[in-house]
């Protein structure tokens, strides 16, 4: 066999160069910047458990990797001058369809968590998701971002708590309840227990070995009894969660973590009123798949009957505008803030959503799309990996 007279090169040319230190978050020229400078704030624990995956972390690789699949082919002479990236969810219009998605524990991160995150959502107007394992309180979070947030729910196995926590989402003015479903165990979490293994501190403010310890620091667990709560996710659930819950809110109900089209056809027949594609960043399973991949079976099964949200390794202008392409009406990212987060504080929340916003905006500029309902199918091209 001939060998080929040119190898690809071993690193995008984008790689060149990523030794550079940053000092300011106007220096982060794209997500990875942030990713880099906020490997260094962060305890090994912590941040084993921010990027880790399940098992061999395959999923949260195919994540990024699936993107590849789908090539965009540009238009040209289109006049994008007068560009809109909005997108309108259940009424409301938001200027880029860029959502930050619910992060647990964000103080471990950095000790303004939770309200940073907000603060940089008011000045930049985007939706935030509030996490049910939130460091910072829901008031407090609603005190920075001077607008309703969402709010996410772990049902736990106890119905007692599941039901004093929505009543509590509620009376804060929560407009839709957000269910994760596809966290039934924290098995497998080989990354984050190798980065235990290398951290020598004694961490309680973050973790007690006695039941009920870990929760009762958490704000939205104040006042409801934990005794015998040993974790947030089960594997008892089932559909007939959707009912009860409905029962129990007149708040719209997502569900987060849809990875097929079935599921998404039984999310229309249990009436919610949206769903997440999400795997969870890749710490759900070691199933390899990317949602991405994912997204057109579900929007074949959904066909447009409700709106199709999707996150997991989402990092570049081009990933969101691929996503809406295939059909997503709004993209949610997790790590990327995060990483801003732990490397400046609010400022680094700011830059990441700022660097999302711009490279978004390059994408339906170079593209040739001037609006979000023109970003349809006929601009990919879908090769097999
Ligand atoms: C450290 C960490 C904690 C998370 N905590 C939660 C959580 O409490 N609730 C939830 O629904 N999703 C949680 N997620 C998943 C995110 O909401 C989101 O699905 C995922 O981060 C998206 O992938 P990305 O990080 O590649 O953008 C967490 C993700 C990470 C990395």
Not at 36 to 62: F, M, N, R, Y
Not at 247 to 273: F, W
Not at 340 to 354: H, S
Request: charged share 20%; aromatic share 8%; net charge neutral.
């Amino acid at each position: 066999m001939v060998a080929a007279a040119h190898s690809l090169p071993a690193l995008a040319a984008n790689e060149y160069f990523r030794d550079f230190t940053i000092t300011s978050p106007g220096q982060a020229l794209d997500i990875f910047d942030l990713e880099k400078t906020a490997k260094d704030h962060v305890p090994p624990a912590h941040w084993a458990s921010l990027i880790g995956g399940t098992e061999g972390d395959q999923t949260v690789l195919a994540n990024r990797q699936g993107f590849t699949r789908f090539r965009v082919k540009p238009r040209r002479l289109v006049d994008t001058s007068k560009l809109d990236m909005s997108v309108t969810l259940f009424g409301r219009t938001w200027p880029t369809p860029i959502i930050i998605d619910p992060v647990s524990r964000l103080k471990a991160f950095h000790p303004d968590g939770e309200v940073a995150v907000a603060a940089a959502a008011k000045k930049r107007d985007h939706l935030q998701i509030y996490a049910t394992l939130a460091t910072s309180s829901i008031d407090e979070v609603l005190a920075a971002r001077q607008e309703p947030v969402w709010c996410q729910l772990y049902p736990t196995a106890d119905w007692a708590i599941t039901q004093g926590l929505v009543k509590k989402q509620e009376a804060a003015g929560c407009p839709v309840l957000v269910v994760t479903i596809d966290n039934p165990s924290t098995f497998g979490r080989i990354t984050a227990a190798r980065g235990k293994q290398n951290d020598t501190r004694t961490c309680t403010d973050c973790h007690s070995p006695e039941p009920g310890g870990p929760y009762m620091r958490l704000p939205m667990f104040d006042g409801l009894d934990t005794t015998k709560l040993t974790a947030t996710t089960t594997n008892k659930l089932t559909w007939d969660l959707i009912p009860r819950l409905r029962d129990l809110t007149t708040m719209k109900i997502i569900l987060k973590g849809v990875m097929s089209g079935s599921d998404a056809t039984l999310a229309l027949e249990h009436k919610v009123d949206g769903i997440i594609v999400s795997d969870h960043g890749g710490r759900s399973e070691e199933s390899g798949l990317s949602t991405i991949e994912v997204l057109p079976e579900v929007v074949r099964a959904v066909g447009g009957r409700m709106p199709i949200l999707i996150d997991s390794g989402f990092r570049r202008g081009s990933d969101i505008f691929k996503a809406l392409a295939l059909g997503a009406t709004a993209v949610c990212v997790g790590r990327p803030y995060v990483w801003g987060l732990a490397a400046f504080g609010e400022a680094g929340v700011d830059r990441a959503l700022e660097i999302l916003t711009e490279e978004f905006k390059s994408a339906m500029i170079s593209f040739g799309a001037p609006n979000v309902a023109s970003i349809d199918r006929s601009f990919l091209f879908e090769s097999s990996l």
